[in-house]
């Protein structure tokens, strides 16, 4: 197995999401909540603001406190509810919070959870991509674009492997990027 099979191994979406996904549900097995209902703004965003805090800490697998500034920490909170809920997700989540409907208080925690554990799993597979290329010598970096376009240059688009395929060979890490991306609908259609 060459250095590039164990990263691409490594940055399976399966693994790495079902890996992620376990933490961040085991984060939210054991979230201990105000109350089923929160009918009052500032609750509310606390409520989150603090679980947020407690599903990084098991993704990331911290110990100890981690505060930011509350306004900096909330409006990483509303981005987290914005791609769960849409442009007003913050909004549409304390909806949901207050009047119980859609699984309630659990239903947002349980998405936000989810959103988060999707964000990791993007996030570290960039993290090992980047790691492994820039650990790379120059040669060695082009052993394995020469590799990644024998072994994968089939699936790619034509555009990019005509001529030597200097348009992969430009930009290898992303490429990567975009072969984690593919096998991740890969497995969903396969669902």
Not at 6 to 35: C, G, K, N, V, Y
Not at 74 to 92: D, I, N, Q
Request: hydrophobic share 40%.
């Amino acid at each position: 197995m060459t250095r590039l099979d164990r990263l691409i191994e490594s940055i399976h979406p399966q693994r790495l999401s079902e890996e992620t996904a376990r933490r961040a549900d085991a984060a939210l097995a054991t979230f201990s909540a105000p109350a089923a209902r929160i009918a009052d703004w500032e609750s509310f965003r606390s409520c989150i603001m603090a679980f947020v805090r407690h599903v990084e800490k098991s993704i990331l697998r911290l110990s100890g406190e981690c505060r930011a500034d509350r306004e900096f920490e909330w409006e990483r909170c509303v981005r987290f509810l914005m791609r769960a809920y849409g442009p007003s997700g913050e909004k549409a989540a304390f909806e949901i919070v207050r009047t119980g409907i859609e699984g309630g208080l659990h239903g947002v925690l349980k998405t936000v959870a989810s959103t988060l554990a999707e964000e990791y799993t993007r996030t570290e597979t960039r993290a090992r991509i980047h790691t492994f290329w820039n650990g790379l010598t120059a040669e060695e970096q082009w052993s394995v674009a020469d590799e990644y376009i024998e072994k994968y240059g089939r699936l790619l688009p034509s555009e990019l492997t005509e001529g030597s395929a200097g348009r992969i060979r430009a930009s290898v890490p992303a490429a990567l990027e975009r072969h984690a991306e593919m096998l991740q609908r890969l497995g969903r259609v396969g669902r």
